[in-house]
């Protein structure tokens, strides 16, 4: 992307690649130029903005998930623990299972 001259005056091309090709867009003279050369400035700061937060939410999902497996293994640990005390679940709750003799 940038301004080319042509016959003394300058020009605002936007250099986009499709389809393996790199393809010239006219963006405009003067004012208009300056005007879409802005445009693309902004819109190439927006994309680099979004990848920025989309590996930022890859990043956390994963760590979410490392922190899932840890709460579940915590959860399995303490299950055991309790059942080997004799607890029982009743309705959600840990109880001390009755032992009758």
């Known amino acids: 992307m ?3 001259q042509r ?3 300058k020009y605002y ?3 986009r690649r499709v389809n393996g090709r ?3 867009e006219y963006g405009g003279a003067g004012v208009f130029g300056a005007i879409s050369a802005i445009q693309d ?3 190439l700061a927006r994309a680099r903005q979004i990848e920025e937060l989309q590996r930022t939410k890859a990043k956390m999902k994963t760590r979410d998930r490392e922190i899932d497996n840890l709460i579940s293994s915590i959860e399995a640990a303490i299950r055991a623990g309790l059942e080997d005390m004799g607890f029982h679940r009743h309705k959600g ?3 001390h299972r009755n032992e009758r003799r």
């Open 13 to 15: 091309y936007a250099k």
């Open 2 to 4: 940038g301004w080319e």
């Open 7 to 9: 016959n003394g005056r």
């Open 41 to 43: 400035d902004v819109r």
């Open 93 to 95: 709750q840990w109880r």
């Open 22 to 24: 790199v393809v010239s």
